[in-house]
């Protein structure tokens, strides 16, 4: 809710705790799904969500252009730690009015094992871009999850795809550029042997071919 993004699913039956880790893939189609939804249905809701889910994507995957493929869910071998809330941590960061209004909107929930904290979740479909840039920046200043900083051909090419479809239905002409530039270093970096390489990882490339790779980059 914060920074935007999905988690990668749910390990409860009612939907409320998520499994902490972030996929590029994820990420991709759901903000694919999101811009045609709002070109649809005109809702702003889902221009929301979609223009966080960027958000995400250009914070925590992106480097020169590419991006990475997935952050892990634990922090020092914690579940969910970078993302997890106390009460009293969240009274020092809002005043009482902004606390007021947060628990409006958001719960926090202890539902299942959750070490150290409780996870935010919404009651209300609505957004507080102020009060969840403060925490936000409270939590961009704690332990990090790992990164897997692979590089996977498809998924990068589902990221373009995606942004050019926020950039048709939302409008957004700095989405258009991001799949403009993912493109051409893609290329760059994956098409140097006359094949298309699967993934790198730093200046290591993966030559072997998949016609996954191959047909995301069609797509694209």
């Known amino acids: 809710h914060l920074q935007g993004g999905f988690y990668r699913y749910s390990v409860d039956h009612s939907w409320m705790i998520p499994h902490f880790e972030k996929m590029l893939y994820d990420q991709a189609m759901f903000l694919w799904v999101y811009s045609v939804a709002y070109g649809i249905f005109k809702k702003e809701e889902y221009k929301v969500v979609a223009q966080k889910v960027m958000q995400c994507l250009s914070d925590t995957f992106e480097e020169d252009g590419l991006y990475w493929s997935a952050h892990d869910a634990d922090t020092d071998h914690e579940e969910g730690a970078t993302y997890l809330w106390r009460m009293d941590e969240i009274r020092k960061v809002l005043s009482p009015e902004e606390l007021n209004t947060f628990s409006e909107v958001y719960i926090l929930s202890d539902i299942g094992d959750l070490k150290g904290g409780a996870h935010v979740i919404k009651r209300k479909n609505m957004f507080l871009p102020e ?8 939590r961009r200043q704690r332990p990090q999850p790992f990164v897997d900083k692979k590089i996977v051909t498809s998924w990068n090419a589902l990221v373009g795809i995606a942004y050019v479809y926020a950039y048709r239905f939302l409008g957004e002409r700095d989405a258009l550029k991001k ?35 191959a047909a995301a980059l069609l797509l694209f």
């Open 131 to 138: 009060l969840d840039k403060k925490l936000l920046e409270i």
């Open 179 to 213: 799949a403009e530039l993912l493109f051409d270093r893609l290329l760059q970096k994956h098409f140097v042997t006359g094949k298309i390489a699967h993934c790198s990882l730093g200046s290591a490339l993966h030559e072997q071919e998949f016609l996954s790779d």
